[in-house]
């Protein structure tokens, strides 16, 4: 039997490969489905936002701006539990053109997120977005 940590880090990775298919897809109720409501996100620009109002703001203008038609792939670094309901992500994002049309936006950047668990499943409470290590802007 599967013990409750490898479903729980199962969870987790559920979770952020639904976060990447939303951003890909453009679902914005999608993507601010994996945060709680009082969410602290701090995006790569040091730019902090508190809660689902100011999330939805951000990624919307963000995604019908100049990561319009952009892909996100994340790979999982690292998944350490803090405590049975506390966890912490360490992983790296890679956001590109999907289509591959211009102009062209390729950015990595490491981030670093806190999970909680809700009931049966996790939510982000806090993501830390690091300095691209590549961008559209070099």
């Given at each position: 039997m599967e013990s409750r940590r490898a479903r729980d880090e199962a969870i987790i990775r559920s979770l952020e490969a639904a976060y990447d298919a939303a951003w890909t897809a453009g679902e914005h109720d999608a993507m601010l489905a994996?945060?709680?409501?009082?969410?602290?996100?701090?995006?790569?620009?040091?730019?902090?936002?508190?809660?689902?109002?100011?999330?939805?703001?951000?990624?919307?203008?963000?995604?019908?701006g100049i990561a319009r038609g952009t892909s996100r792939r994340t790979a999982i670094q690292a998944i350490r539990f803090i405590t049975p309901d506390v966890a912490v992500l360490d992983?790296?994002?890679?956001?590109?053109?999907?289509?591959?049309a211009e102009p062209r936006f390729d950015m990595t950047h490491q981030f670093s997120a806190v999970l909680i668990r809700r009931g049966h499943g996790w939510l982000i409470a806090h993501v830390r977005a690091g300095i691209p290590s590549s961008h559209p802007f070099e």
């Open positions: 994996v945060y709680t409501d009082d969410a602290v996100a701090i995006d790569p620009a040091g730019v902090r936002l508190e809660g689902r109002q100011a999330l939805r703001q951000w990624l919307s203008t963000f995604l019908k992983g790296e994002a890679a956001i590109a053109r999907a289509d591959g």
